[in-house]
């Protein structure tokens, strides 16, 4: 997360879905399947030189491949952050170079957003933010509860125009996921079981 300037508060931050992974994994997985049948297939020796040895480094080599193209998958997801805060939109990328983005809120004009069926189902979709100044539109791609994170950046909207302090939580809504208290989620304020005796 980047650094935050005097008085500017977070009000929520998020990370792509989970379901980024999904692509990569099953890639990797039907790299690692195929190269061991490819391997097993293959004779054991050839012209009387054992090839068990070649096999091993070759698949170690492979497994290795895989890891590092996982790895550098999940430095990506976990370097990229989507952050409202009480001024301004700040979109931050990369793991060794670091290319932060920020929209203040005075500029964003509309957001939308798209959720295909597997998005649906999953609770994740894309936001666009149109801001003024800009040529097109910011995507933030397949983000937890975008409807959520829209409409939190346009309460945030709403609240700097009217010069108002917006409501913030005192720890920041992290990937459009509030865990359970220890309690359950429980009723809603000012719920209750009804009063016996028919009193009022």
């Given at each position: 997360m980047p650094k935050l300037l005097d008085n500017e508060r977070e009000v929520r931050v998020a990370r792509q879905h989970w379901a980024v992974f999904v692509p990569v994994t099953l890639i990797s997985?039907?790299?690692?399947?195929?190269?061991?049948?490819?391997?097993?297939?293959?004779?054991?020796?050839?012209?009387?030189?054992?090839?068990?040895?070649?096999?091993?480094?070759?698949?170690?080599?492979?497994?290795?491949?895989?890891?590092a193209l996982l790895s550098l998958h999940y430095l990506r997801w976990r370097f990229t952050t989507y952050a409202i805060t009480d001024r301004r939109v700040l979109i931050s990328r990369g793991v060794l170079s670091r290319y932060t983005e920020s929209i203040t809120l005075d500029r964003i004009q509309d957001t939308s957003v798209s959720q295909s069926l597997l998005g649906r189902i999953f609770s994740?979709?894309?936001?666009?933010?149109?801001?003024?100044?800009?040529?097109?539109?910011?995507?933030?791609?397949?983000?937890?509860?975008?409807?959520?994170?829209?409409?939190?950046?346009?309460?945030?909207?709403?609240?700097?125009?009217?010069?108002?302090?917006?409501?913030?939580?005192?720890?920041?809504?992290?990937?459009?996921?509030?865990?359970?208290?220890?309690?359950?989620?429980?009723?809603?304020?000012?719920?209750?079981?009804?009063?016996?005796?028919?009193?009022?």
């Amino acid at each position: 997360m980047p650094k935050l300037l005097d008085n500017e508060r977070e009000v929520r931050v998020a990370r792509q879905h989970w379901a980024v992974f999904v692509p990569v994994t099953l890639i990797s997985a039907l790299v690692l399947i195929v190269s061991f049948v490819v391997l097993r297939a293959l004779p054991h020796d050839v012209r009387g030189h054992d090839l068990h040895d070649v096999k091993v480094i070759v698949i170690l080599i492979i497994g290795l491949v895989v890891l590092a193209l996982l790895s550098l998958h999940y430095l990506r997801w976990r370097f990229t952050t989507y952050a409202i805060t009480d001024r301004r939109v700040l979109i931050s990328r990369g793991v060794l170079s670091r290319y932060t983005e920020s929209i203040t809120l005075d500029r964003i004009q509309d957001t939308s957003v798209s959720q295909s069926l597997l998005g649906r189902i999953f609770s994740a979709g894309n936001v666009e933010i149109e801001s003024a100044g800009r040529d097109g539109a910011e995507m933030i791609h397949l983000i937890p509860d975008p409807m959520g994170f829209s409409n939190q950046l346009q309460q945030a909207v709403d609240a700097h125009r009217m010069g108002i302090p917006m409501a913030v939580p005192q720890e920041p809504l992290t990937e459009g996921y509030v865990p359970p208290s220890s309690s359950g989620y429980g009723p809603p304020p000012g719920y209750g079981p009804p009063r016996q005796g028919g009193g009022v």
